[in-house]
């Protein structure tokens, strides 16, 4: 079975400018969740979704926006980046229940310039 | 007060060694409770996951739970050099992980 796959996998972008990563989910799996991670942190939580509807927000600003499509893969979108925007974003799928562990895709690594 | 806490690193131990790694949570409601490893510059890996009060085993790793002190920790045993790398505790919060900073562990040969 293929993991969660993420794309791009890296992307430089300049203050201000619009960016958006996709995530496709492991077969089966019904739940994304967006993450994002700096440098020498844990992993901050942005969104899940779930069977296409917005399940919980972390503490992020309105310029970051996701959703979930009918196939279960998900985008994340980011306006107006800022630098503080620069770090690696996460997207983790699980199957059903909470007793399912989360799997992480390999990231987008996003610098903003 | 931070949701998730772990013991600060990094922790350097002798190949062979027991590392042990403790993380505490705010949460008394948390239910599922989760070890990852993260390589540099790589994303987290699942290893281990506990539910319940007390130990569960696999291969070289325990982990340990204690929720009345809303405790969990994860030992490493006989540690190798591929163990080297940050462990990030997180709890589940019904849809949300929440993560600990992690702690850096660096098997030296």
């Known amino acids: 079975d293929a993991g969660v796959t993420q794309s791009p996998t890296h992307l430089i972008k300049t203050r201000g400018q619009h960016v958006t990563l996709r995530c496709s989910p492991i077969?089966?799996?019904?739940?994304v969740s967006w993450y994002q991670q700096v440098l020498g942190q844990g992993p901050q939580f942005i969104f899940q979704y779930y069977e296409k509807e917005e399940r919980g927000r972390g503490n992020f600003p309105d310029r970051f926006s996701a959703r979930q499509f009918p196939n279960y893969s998900s985008e994340l979108n980011v306006n107006a980046l800022l630098l503080g925007d620069s770090a690696l974003y996460l997207c983790a799928s699980r199957r059903d229940s909470r007793r399912d562990g989360y799997t992480f895709g390999s990231g987008t690594r996003l610098t903003v310039v | 007060q931070k949701e998730v806490e772990q013991n600060s690193g990094p922790l350097s131990v002798p190949e062979g060694a027991i590392a042990s790694l403790n993380c505490t949570y705010s949460d008394r409601g948390s239910q599922s409770f989760f070890w990852y490893r993260q390589y540099s510059g790589k994303s987290p890996e699942l290893i281990m996951f506990?539910?319940?009060?007390g130990d569960k085993e696999d291969g070289r790793f325990t982990a340990q739970l204690n929720k009345a002190s809303q405790y969990v920790s994860l030992l490493i045993r006989d540690s190798q050099p591929s163990d080297s790398a940050t462990y990030l505790c997180?709890?589940?919060?019904?849809?949300?992980?929440?993560f600990g900073a992690g702690t850096t562990v660096t098997v030296r040969a």
């Open positions: 997180a709890v589940d919060n019904d849809y949300k992980l929440s």
């Open positions: 077969s089966g799996h019904k739940s």
């Open positions: 506990i539910y319940s009060n």
